[in-house]
């Protein structure tokens, strides 16, 4: 069974453009989450989608958003990137049962570099 | 939200020593606890998780030891091998808070051969 899925790898990008990273849960999976990892620092959430709606939010700008789609696939759009958003994006799905607590399974990230 | 600490930021251990790494939690709601290994360069991998009924549970060569009367959590890595050289992070999670967990900043393992 294939695990999660990301795209690209590798992104390098300049401060003001913007950018669109996706994801593929796990086959059956319906919960998405996005978080970002910066160098040395923990994993910071910053969005859960499931069934195709947003149901949290992390602490970040409204630069950043994304959405799911009907496969429960998604996507992470940041715009107008500023040097600080340098990291690797991590995507996870969960079964999405409605039973609280889930574990979350991780894709590989996307490290995107802003210059 | 409440923060998930990790005491030590980095470990090294022979090949063949037992490994001990640790966590403590802070939100005494968190019922449910999760341990991730990330190598260079991939996502985190889950490793093992246990939930506030149990104190104990064991895997493959690992333990998870859970002691809510001091909010303490450790990962237990039987004969460490070279190839679990990675970050270990710990994840808290709670009934009824908002399905999404708390990460530590994570434990740098590092085995020498």
């Known amino acids: 069974e294939a695990g999660v899925t990301q795209s690209p790898t590798h992104l390098i990008k300049t401060r003001g453009q913007q950018v669109t990273l996706r994801c593929s849960p796990i086959?059956?999976?319906?919960?998405v989450y996005w978080y970002q990892q910066a160098l040395g620092l923990g994993l910071q959430f910053l969005l859960w989608?499931?069934?195709?709606?947003?149901?949290n939010r992390g602490n970040f700008p409204p630069r950043f958003s994304g959405r799911q789609f009907p496969n429960y696939s998604s996507e992470l759009n940041v715009n107008a990137l500023e040097l600080e958003d340098s990291a690797l994006y991590l995507c996870?799905?969960?079964?999405?049962?409605?039973?609280?607590?889930?574990?979350?399974?991780f894709g590989p990230g996307t490290r995107l570099l802003v210059l | 939200g409440e923060s998930v600490g990790l005491h030590l930021p980095t470990l090294s251990v022979q090949e063949g020593d037992n490994s001990i790494i640790n966590c403590a939690y802070s939100?005494?709601?968190?019922?449910?606890f999760i341990w991730y290994k990330q190598e260079s360069g991939k996502g985190p991998q889950f490793i093992i998780d246990?939930?506030?009924?149990?104190d104990k549970r064991q895997g493959q060569r690992v333990t998870v030891l859970l002691n809510k009367t001091v909010k303490h959590l450790s990962l237990q890595i039987a004969a460490t091998q070279p190839g679990d050289s990675a970050v270990y992070f710990c994840?808290?999670?709670?009934?009824?808070?908002?399905?999404?967990?708390?990460f530590g900043r994570g434990t740098s393992l590092i085995v020498h051969p």
């Open positions: 996870a799905s969960s079964p999405g049962t409605g039973e609280v607590a889930e574990t979350q399974y």
């Open positions: 246990i939930r506030s009924n149990m």
């Open positions: 086959s059956g999976h319906t919960s």
């Open positions: 994840a808290e999670n709670n009934r009824g808070g908002s399905y999404i967990p708390t």
């Open positions: 989608y499931d069934e195709g709606e947003e149901r």
């Open positions: 939100n005494s709601a968190s019922d449910y």
